[in-house]
C-alpha cells in the first residue's frame, strides 16, 4: 500500500502563514489525484487544493488568492503554503493520493491547523 506522512500543522495568529507537506512512500506508478482536504469540528471533510496528473490545479473557493499547491515529481511529495490564515481555516488538514493503476484511494492521518488570536 501506499503511506502518505504530512507535516507543518500548528497554531498561528490569524493573518500569519504555515506550510504543509505530505510525503507518499510504497509502490506508485502514477497518480490520477494528489492534494488536500480539511474537515473542522462538526463539519464534512472538503476539498482544498488538488493537482492532477496533467499539473492541472483545482483549488476551492475559500483558497484561492491564499494557498499555493505545489509538488515535486520526484520525491512524489506536495506542498500546501497556507498565506493570510483566517480563524475559519482551523480544522484537521488530510493528504489524500488517488493511484494508477486501479484507482485505489489513499489518506493521510491528518494534521491540526489552529489559527486564533
Known amino acids: 500500500q501506499v503511506q502518505l506522512v504530512e507535516s507543518g500543522g500548528g497554531s498561528v495568529q490569524p493573518g500569519g502563514s504555515l506550510r504543509l507537506s505530505c510525503a507518499a512512500s510504497g509502490t506508485i506508478f502514477g497518480f490520477k489525484v494528489m492534494g488536500w482536504y480539511r474537515q473542522a469540528p462538526g463539519k464534512q471533510r472538503e476539498l482544498v487544493a488538488v493537482?492532477?496528473?496533467?499539473?492541472?490545479?483545482m483549488y476551492a473557493d475559500f483558497a484561492k488568492g491564499r494557498f499555493i499547491l505545489s509538488r515535486d515529481n520526484a520525491k512524489n511529495t506536495v506542498d500546501l503554503q497556507m498565506n493570510s490564515l483566517k480563524p475559519e481555516d482551523t480544522a484537521v488538514y488530510y493528504c489524500?493520493?488517488?493511484?494508477?493503476?486501479?484507482?485505489?484511494?489513499?489518506w493521510g492521518q491528518g494534521t491540526q491547523v489552529t489559527v486564533s488570536s
Open positions: 493537482i492532477t496528473s496533467g499539473s492541472t490545479i
Open positions: 489524500k493520493l488517488i493511484k494508477v493503476p486501479g484507482n485505489n484511494e489513499y
